[in-house]
């Protein structure tokens, strides 16, 4: 029996769907032809590829109004449209303690440019924000609340629904990096004011393509100006969405690809019973921790690894050379998650996991860390 050793799924996932490279090859080699500046018959069939990816991606988010979402390289180009549009002089954002540097890079810059300021949310041991603790932090200056929705090195999965209802007035920014794919969202019945995602994680898509889902554009400025195809008459970005934020030609083949992953149904090759009893027999392993959820309910696909007497790096290249397992090991630019949870500076072996691992799978993963460790 194959095994897939491929557990870095939490930086990219693979494999990818098949139907993912032969449909970018089919606009390459095939299709061709632009998006949205045309109107000729290669053109149009283009655009309402394109249209019709950002129709699927809004549905999968369960936002209604699909003009919303505006398409970007990764999730990181929409974190910083939000940041530096909202945060032009002094006040506060709250995070979550779990933030990946595609938050708190941008924001240390703000900080320093203009004043703002960020604060962590009060939160339990593993990093869960802890909704009861929301109010009793809002300010008149709050400007904006940014959480990760699913940790990169945990999996910690926050309760977005319920932080948001606590925010009240504050707008919310989700990071749904890790997320979206495999964790169900509705940003329209959350009320939820922007959520970032990227397309080669757990929606199994190509990189390069990502987006922005925004509740209301107003004070938004884009991040890049230039040529939308609309409004052309005008030295001014167009005021509607989502041409406002597409300024240039898009990642054309990336959505050609995305959109082959959201139609290729991709069924889960592991219960969440197997997973959970993956994660429970490394625990029974000596003295190897087991960085996750406190509650089993609350965890997502990825968790990471630490041993007192063997180096991550070290333990990651063992799993590699002589078991074929592929891992991260660091900080997963996430120093303030590691700085949380105890494990910074020395980070962990993180473990990602994807739809494509059976039970089989996890127990060669056990048995190859038992083995690492023997003395």
Not at 324 to 338: N, Q, W
Request: net charge negative; aromatic share 8%; glycine share 10%.
């Amino acid at each position: 029996m194959d095994l897939l050793t491929y557990f870095d799924n939490a930086a990219t996932s693979f494999p990818k769907p098949p139907g993912v490279a032969a449909a970018m090859a089919r606009y390459l080699n095939e299709v061709g032809g632009p998006y949205g500046r045309s109107a000729y018959t290669r053109a149009l069939d283009v655009s309402r590829t394109v249209e019709k990816t950002r129709d699927l991606l809004a549905e999968r988010m369960g936002a209604r109004a699909a003009d919303n979402l505006v398409f970007a390289p990764n999730a990181t180009h929409a974190i910083n449209l939000v940041l530096r549009s909202l945060l032009t002089g002094r006040g506060r954002v709250l995070i979550s303690p779990l933030e990946h540097n595609a938050v708190t890079r941008p924001l240390s810059a703000l900080a320093s440019r203009c004043g703002a300021t960020f604060e962590v949310l009060p939160h339990l041991s593993d990093g869960r924000i802890d909704p009861d603790g929301i109010e009793k932090v809002l300010t008149e200056d709050t400007l904006l609340a940014v959480v990760n929705h699913q940790s990169n090195v945990n999996g910690v999965i926050q309760p977005l629904a319920e932080i948001k209802q606590r925010l009240g007035r504050v707008p919310l920014l989700v990071d749904a990096s890790q997320s979206f794919g495999s964790i169900p969202i509705q940003v329209d019945d959350w009320h939820i004011d922007f959520l970032a995602f990227t397309g080669h994680k757990a929606l199994l898509g190509p990189t390069g393509i990502g987006g922005l889902f925004l509740r209301d554009a107003a004070g938004l400025e884009p991040l890049i100006y230039g040529g939308t195809g609309s409004a052309s008459e005008h030295f001014e970005m167009p005021e509607f969405t989502p041409d406002r934020f597409e300024a240039g030609t898009p990642n054309i083949a990336g959505i050609y690809g995305l959109l082959a992953a959201l139609q290729e149904s991709v069924d889960c090759r592991h219960s969440r019973q197997e997973f959970g009893r993956f994660i429970e027999a490394l625990k029974t392993l000596p003295r190897l921790k087991v960085i996750c959820a406190e509650r089993f309910e609350d965890q997502g696909d990825v968790f990471s690894l630490l041993h007192p007497e063997h180096d991550s790096a070290v333990l990651g290249q063992r799993l590699f050379a002589e078991w074929g397992i592929e891992t991260r090991v660091g900080l997963h630019c996430a120093p303030l998650a590691h700085r949380t949870l105890g494990t910074f500076p020395g980070g962990s072996l993180r473990v990602g996991v994807s739809r494509y691992h059976t039970a089989d799978d996890f127990a060669f993963f056990v048995k190859a860390v038992k083995e690492c460790l023997q003395p």
